[in-house]
Structures are given as structure tokens and as C-alpha cells.
T-cell receptor, first 111, second 114 residues
Framework: QKEVEQNSGPLSVPEGAIASLNCTYSDRGSQSFFWYRQYSGKSPELIMSIYSNGDKEDGRFTAQLNKASQYVSLLIRDSQPSDSATYLCAVNRPAGTALIFGKGTTLSVSS | GAGVSQSPSNKVTEKGKDVELRCDPISGHTALYWYRQSLGQGLEFLIYFQGNSAPDKSGLPSDRFSAERTGGSVSTLTIQRTQQEDSAVYLC????????????FGSGTRLTVV
């Protein structure tokens, strides 16, 4: 089983809709979870972090964590064409010190 | 500096040559990470530095790859006898602690081995 799994997409949503991005991870000991956004040809940028079960909201973004199900999600409300990018889920390795990244989900928001 | 700086931004090299990639992290960041990203692939972890030591180098794909960090700041990733499969974007990131608070990435070095 891969350590961090994401649906590669593409996920296509119309402008103004809610985009839902999902991620599962394999190591139950993981404690830190992150969402990065990567525009084509650019490097990843951190958009959300979450450490506790439940929801964390920041503007149009909401991260959700369920450690029992080993599941992390990112909701983007009122999606904009500028949100079109690849979204990477990252999880810490409890026995190591680096983040492990999923392969990313490509989001396309049409106007 | 204000951000993570990587150089060169692009490097084309002939198969079999050695290359050096440089990373200058955010000032004061003690943790430094190297990843690589091949076309259409996710980020593959290579090595982690805390200060000048590398407690986790488990991601280095072969003994052709090595990295060092000096003065708790600049890091150099060296690839010896480059192969075509080494072609990728090499990304450096830094954080002010172990990474539990997320990283800041540099803009990367695009390496092409011909």
C-alpha cells in the first residue's frame, strides 16, 4: 500500500462550486497533515495544515481530518479558475523526519 | 534570504557527467530537505538535514547521489555519472523546525540529462 494516496483526477468543477479533494494515508502514527498547491511549472506552496481530528477553516479552504479512517480532505468553496492546479497531500513520517507526498489531484475550474 | 533560493534554475548535462545543485534556505531555518519530481510524478524524498547533519538520507536512490550542508545554511546535492533517469526537477525546501509545521520550497532546478 502506498503511504499517501490521492485520486489523480482531473477533477473538473464549474466556477462557484465546491471542490472536494481526498487523501488517505497508511501510517496510523502520522500526526501532521498538509495540503500544498502546485501550479504547472511552479513549486508547491503550503495552503493548509491540520493536526487534530475535525475541520479547520481558512478563508475558502477547509481541511478535514479523520485519524480513525486515516483520511484527510480539502474543500474549496466558491471555486475560481485561479484555483486550477494540482493539489498535493503531505503527511509526516512518525519514524522519520520528512513529509511524504501523494502524487496529487489535478483540479480544473471552468468559468 | 527572503525565500529558498536554488541554482541553477536549469541544467542540461551529458550522460556520465557530474552535476552540483545548490540550495540556499531561508535564513534561520535549521531543517533542509531535498526532493525530486519527475514529469507527472509526485515528490520523491531524497534527504533531510538538521543543521549540518543528515539524520535521514533514506531517499537517495543510489550511491551516485550525495549531499552536504555547511554552516547550517547552504546545501549542495551532487549527482555523479548522471544517467537519463536522473532527469527531473530537484526541489529544496526548508523549515524552522522538524517540518511538522510545513515547508517552504524553492523554485527548483530542472535537470536534463542528454
Amino acid at each position: 500500500q502506498k503511504e499517501v494516496e490521492q485520486n489523480s483526477g482531473p477533477l473538473s468543477v464549474p466556477e462557484g462550486a465546491i471542490a472536494s479533494l481526498n487523501c488517505t494515508y497508511s501510517d496510523r502514527g502520522s500526526q501532521s497533515f498538509f495540503w500544498y498547491r502546485q501550479y504547472s511549472g511552479k513549486s508547491p506552496e503550503l495552503i493548509m495544515s491540520i493536526y487534530s481530528n475535525g475541520d479547520k477553516e481558512d478563508g475558502r479552504f477547509t481541511a478535514q481530518l479523520n485519524k480513525a479512517s486515516q483520511y484527510v480532505s480539502l474543500l474549496i468553496r466558491d471555486s475560481q479558475p485561479s484555483d486550477s492546479a494540482t493539489y498535493l497531500c503531505a503527511v509526516n513520517r512518525p519514524a522519520g523526519t520528512a513529509l511524504i507526498f501523494g502524487k496529487g489531484t489535478t483540479l480544473s475550474v471552468s468559468s | 534570504g527572503a525565500g529558498v533560493s536554488q541554482s541553477p534554475s536549469n541544467k542540461v548535462t551529458e550522460k556520465g557527467k557530474d552535476v552540483e545543485l545548490r540550495c540556499d534556505p531561508i535564513s534561520g531555518h535549521t531543517a533542509l530537505y531535498w526532493y525530486r519530481q519527475s514529469l507527472g510524478q509526485g515528490l520523491e524524498f531524497l534527504i533531510y538535514f538538521q543543521g549540518n547533519s543528515a539524520p535521514d538520507k533514506s531517499g537517495l536512490p543510489s550511491d551516485r547521489f550525495s549531499a552536504e550542508r555547511t554552516g547550517g545554511s547552504v546545501s549542495t546535492l551532487t549527482i555523479q555519472r548522471t544517467q537519463q533517469e536522473d532527469s527531473a526537477v530537484y526541489l529544496c525546501a526548508s523549515s524552522d523546525r522538524q517540518g511538522d509545521y510545513g515547508y517552504t520550497f524553492g523554485s527548483g532546478t530542472r535537470l536534463t540529462v542528454v
